[in-house]
């Protein structure tokens, strides 16, 4: 029998019991957190940016991406092209600019970048110069998409006959030797393009409530590509153009695809900032680029209508008493 001074004291008892039971609670919540964690590190990818949604993104830039979507946070591009103005098909189409061999070109070196590249940059570079708006945040569900959608193609490549893949190639083009004619390839525009891409080069917008964007896009002028862009460079634009302009029919010769890439080129369109610092090495830019500064003594206006054999020998010649 314990007397009166033996008793624990009941109040000091009760402040012991909350104590153990707060400690208890802490230690079955962070042993909770531990055994959740996993699950939550799990789900880091958002269930949204799956391939398809990477597909649809490509196909319907504007409507997803562009400058009408309800909300601001989501307007990424400045302009209302969709990537698939330019990658046919939404990239499946082989040949030039064709995005089946994504996966095998990357990771790479860019010289523009001054860096190692991969696909998630390259995504960003187009955002910000052929879209004319903003990078994709490399976390965000929209980046993801395209970037699985992008690495999808690859082994639909992989799964194409050699014949298949010889087929694809793009039709050669041999630059000529001389400065591009603007006024000829005016008369080229006005001949071949004018039909789809308008006597403005606004190009023609699609039809309906719910499709935004172009079924042809503009070459020039506020919603186009802007100065940054591959696309911006003769040499580039009259590839392409060679290869698969009129849509479909790649019936250009090489003078009137140079002539005519050297047209669309010779127009207004958005302006890109901070383009001198493209290419920290200027001896990597492209002999085609039409901004400056260059490693080298000939003239921006050569460096965007030519002649390019000059240029392309001078850097020879520097790469060879390297």
Known sequence: ???????????????????????????????LSLVERPAAEARTTPVVATEEYGRRLLRETPEL???DHPDPERRMIGNRLACASCHLDIG?????LTLLQTTEHYPRFS????????????????????????PLPMDSPEMIAMAAYLRSLGSQYAAMGASS???AEPATFKTPNRRADVVMGQVVYST??????????????????????????????????NDGAGMGRVLTAARFIKARMPLGKAELTDDEAFDVAAFINSKPRPEMPDLEKDYPDKSLKPIDNGYGPYADPFPQDQH?????????????ALKKAK
């Open 192 to 225: 071949k393009c004018v039909a789809c891409h308008g006597n403005d080069g606004a190009g023609l917008l699609a039809t309906g409530d719910v499709r935004k964007g172009y079924l042809f896009p503009p070459l020039w002028g506020p919603d186009s590509f």
């Open 1 to 31: 029998m314990t007397t009166n001074d033996e008793r624990p004291d009941r109040r000091g008892l009760a402040a012991i019991v909350m104590v153990c039971i707060a400690v208890g609670a802490a230690v079955i919540g962070v042993t």
């Open 165 to 167: 893949k010889k087929a």
């Open 304 to 316: 965007k209508y030519g002649p390019f054999a000059p240029i392309d020998d001078y850097y020879k």
């Open 65 to 67: 991406l562009g400058q």
């Open 92 to 96: 499946t189409e082989p040949g030039t």
């Open 111 to 134: 010289g523009r970048q001054g860096t190692q590249t991969d696909i998630e940059d390259r995504i960003n570079e187009c955002m910000q110069r052929s879209m004319n708006g903003k």
